[in-house]
């Protein structure tokens, strides 16, 4: 099931998010998020936070934002998306994806960009399934865990 993500959502999507920070190379973050953090998020932007559970158990999360500052940026947004490893292979990244994408839209937005680790080519084989074009490799834009990373964009007209 796939609803707007509410502040009692902020502990899991937390939990989530910190492991994807602290224990892989899938994002170049490394600054931890916090519950605060969350509900103010959640709480700001409602139409923007989309959690997904699978037999009433939090299963991952979707958002996104402006891809960059400026007004020439305004119809152009950028998307995080995280699944629970324990709930890949059921369609929920694809129905998060979905939901992000509406939403995204029917706020005037028309373009949505994935920023991806070179380090997780399940993502990058995910968003070509949902027909993310790649439109740009940026090589050694990041480093995390003594590691140079890749930065891989990929972008859907909506």
């Known amino acids: 099931m796939i609803r707007p993500a509410s502040p009692e959502d902020s502990s899991a999507i937390v939990a989530l998010w910190n492991w994807m920070i602290q224990d892989t190379l899938a994002t170049f973050t490394t600054t931890t998020k916090t519950r605060a953090e969350l509900e103010t998020r959640i709480t700001a932007q409602p139409s923007q ?20 500052p400026g007004p020439g940026y305004a119809a152009t947004v950028e998307h995080t998306i995280i699944i629970d490893p324990k709930a890949h292979g059921f369609g929920i990244g694809r129905a998060l994806m979905a939901q992000a994408e509406t939403a995204a839209h029917a706020a005037g937005k028309k373009v949505m960009i994935g920023a991806i680790s070179s380090h997780n080519p399940a993502a990058i084989k995910f968003h070509e399934r949902l027909e993310y074009m790649k439109v740009g490799h ?3 834009v990041g480093h995390k865990q003594g590691h140079w990373l890749d930065l891989i964009l990929m972008q859907k007209n909506l």
């Open 49 to 68: 936070f989309y959690v997904a559970e699978n037999k009433g158990v939090f299963a991952g999360f979707v958002t996104f934002g402006p891809f960059r």
């Open 138 to 140: 940026l090589p050694g």
